[in-house]
């Protein structure tokens, strides 16, 4: 035997040397894998909080949409007085234009599912604002009638595009406070198109033509914002079917039974989007002419109580975005369908232009939050598949109502006397409220 001059231990003399050597390869390796995993896991906090960041770059980008979309209305009727005496036509044509611009954002809305699955939302709020820029340039430079009936095109189908593209968008992606501001954005446009407009009749004869001009370089800019935030839509966030941002389930209503869009509760759901923005419309557009003829208002005082009913209406669904996630949609319906009822009862009742006034706030501010939160409840109602394509049924009944309503309310004044504004007001939020308690027990 040949003896070594340095000690040896015997049980590691006794081991095989690949039983000495896996445990430092293996120390190694599994330091290289922790190391790896290190960086998977930074890199995935780092997107993470890439896409949060954007998400909250896109909220912005998708209210400055409403905003847009909200612009033109309005506007048509402040400037109409001008532009009929201007191009030498009938009064009585406002109408029949403005019926076109519906019609055609019905079909753009009933078209929104089957665009929005080939081009995506994005790009469809771009087209869509380029339309109704377009439209309103149109208007700026009509020359004749031709031009108003063809820019009735582009403002009809750009504006029915957006509206069901955004609205399903954040009520697949967004917590209901979201789709109330939204709302709330339409407003702010709404309110601003024919403030601008108004301002600019005051300029010369045919000011309304830079009314629209400014309007349109308005939309214009958007188009831009729009263009260069594109790459923001696929950093949305996700929300789970009845839950927030963060894909949690709300504790505010329970799970309830998804029905497919070809149901009872799609119909219902249309229609009670179709009878409360013909309500809507019918009370903004008769009002002033019930409080004339019935309260003896004057057309100023008549004039300020609208102004009031619209600012309820853009005051009612901000307000309410504070407070919708906490108590949940069906809840703020009910509540809101009863503070409705209220307000049309008062207005139904002798009770004088400050009562008048008073029940217009009420009316506005607390039927405000059904348009909203009835559609960001669709996702909780319906198959995630059937979502977009009800979204865009309910946004087209809307577009129908809100020009069949006030012209059937139009006829029956006509016919019998401005009294009967009041009873259409009370009557159609009761069936309002029916039709939703309806929806509610079939979803």
Known sequence: MVWSNYPVDPVSELKPQSAVSVPAKARHYGGEMDKKRMVQSTALEQGRGMTARS????????????????????SLGTA?????????????????????????????????????????????????????????????????????????????????????????????????????WLHGCWGVGATAGPFVMAAALTTSDDG?????????????????????????????????????????????????LTMPARSVAGAISAGLFALYVGLEVLAGLWVATFLVGMRGASPAEAG?????????????????????????????????????????????????????????VLIGGGLSVIYPSLMHEVPRRFRPEDVQRVIGWQNSAAYLGGAFFPLVAGGLIQWVGVWVVPVFLVMGVIVLQLGVARLDRLT
């Open 304 to 360: 300020w109580c609208v102004t009031a009913y619209y600012a309820s209406i853009m005051t009612g669904r901000f307000l309410i975005g504070f407070v919708v996630d906490r108590w949940g949609n069906r809840r703020v319906v009910r509540g809101a369908l009863g503070v409705g009822l209220l307000g049309v009862v008062i207005f139904a009742l002798p009770v004088g232009l400050i009562g008048s006034a008073v029940a217009l």
């Open 55 to 74: 998400a909250r770059w896109l909220l912005p980008v998708i209210y400055r949409g409403f905003i847009s979309l909200g612009l033109p209305d309005g």
């Open 80 to 180: 109409w007085p001008q532009i009929h005496r201007t191009l030498d036509l009938a009064v009585g044509l406002a109408g029949p234009l403005l019926l076109t611009a519906t019609l055609f954002g019905a079909v753009s809305s009933l078209m929104s599912s089957w665009i929005i699955h080939r081009i995506s939302t994005g790009p469809v709020v771009l087209i869509s604002c380029l339309l109704t820029a377009s439209g309103l340039l149109m208007l700026a430079y009509a020359p004749n009638v031709v031009w108003l009936w063809a820019a009735a095109v582009p403002l009809g189908f750009g504006a029915g595009a957006v509206d069901a593209s955004l609205n399903g968008f954040v009520a697949k992606h967004y917590e209901a406070r979201h789709m109330s």
């Open 208 to 256: 309304w033509r830079t009314g629209y001009l400014v309007l349109g370089g308005s939309q214009f800019a958007l188009v831009g914002l729009f263009a260069v935030t594109l790459g923001l839509w696929k950093f949305a966030p996700s929300r789970t079917r009845g839950g927030s941002d963060d894909g949690s389930v709300s504790s505010a209503e329970p799970k309830t």
